[in-house]
């Protein structure tokens, strides 16, 4: 699977992922997954570069003291669109919010993994634009209106499903 980045407004980062073929309905349930799985973690606070104790760690993990009382600034990622296909390829839109670029770095491992054990991902883009398939410009549209995560979950109630 190739990784290639493009021009990254955090804010408005578009994913793209071009398929070998055509997707079935179930690669792209799997791809959905991942995508909302890395949504949750990053919208609490789970890629927080400022806070990596253990990683950070010089010494062995065993018996690690862990802090408690650290207050970091948090680091959010703020929306997430729904899953979009055409052809052999797939798209989704994110606000990363403060998260950290450790989120990139996060999923692309995991899309890794997945590619080489479920689907069959040839390559993934980071921002930028598909000239084949245009996206809308969220200066000129409502970013809620615009495929955004809560918009795509409500339910008849107005509540999140």
Same mark, same amino acid.
Request: glycine share 6%.
């Given at each position: 699977?190739?990784?290639?980045?493009?021009?990254?407004?955090?804010? $408005? @980062?578009?994913?793209?992922?071009?398929?070998?073929?055509?997707?079935?309905?179930?690669?792209? +349930? !799997?791809?959905?997954?991942?995508?909302?799985?890395? &949504?949750?973690?990053?919208?609490?606070?789970?890629? $927080?570069?400022?806070?990596?104790?253990?990683?950070?760690?010089?010494?062995? @993990?065993? !018996?690690?003291? !862990?802090?408690?009382?650290?207050?970091?600034?948090?680091?959010?990622? =703020?929306?997430?669109?729904?899953?979009?296909?055409?052809?052999?390829?797939?798209?989704?839109?994110?606000?990363?919010?403060?998260?950290?670029?450790?989120?990139?770095?996060?999923?692309?491992?995991?899309? #890794?993994? @997945?590619?080489?054990? &479920?689907?069959?991902?040839? #390559?993934?883009?980071?921002?930028?634009?598909?000239?084949?398939?245009?996206?809308?410009?969220?200066?000129?549209?409502? #970013? &809620?209106? =615009?495929?955004?995560?809560?918009?795509? =979950?409500?339910? +008849?109630?107005?509540?999140?499903?």
């Amino acid at each position: 699977m190739q990784v290639e980045f493009r021009e990254c407004d955090p804010a $408005n @980062l578009w994913i793209w992922f071009e398929f070998a073929e055509p997707p079935v309905k179930a690669e792209l +349930e !799997y791809l959905n997954e991942v995508l909302e799985s890395w &949504y949750v973690l990053g919208k609490l606070g789970g890629f $927080n570069a400022e806070f990596l104790v253990a990683q950070e760690s010089e010494v062995e @993990l065993s !018996y690690l003291d !862990y802090p408690t009382e650290s207050d970091p600034l948090p680091s959010l990622m =703020h929306n997430m669109g729904s899953l979009e296909e055409q052809e052999n390829w797939a798209r989704c839109w994110f606000d990363l919010g403060t998260a950290d670029a450790l989120a990139l770095d996060v999923l692309i491992n995991a899309l #890794r993994t @997945l590619s080489l054990e &479920y689907i069959n991902l040839t #390559r993934v883009i980071i921002g930028g634009q598909n000239e084949d398939w245009p996206t809308v410009d969220l200066e000129e549209a409502d #970013r &809620y209106e =615009h495929n955004g995560y809560a918009q795509d =979950h409500f339910g +008849e109630e107005g509540e999140l499903e």
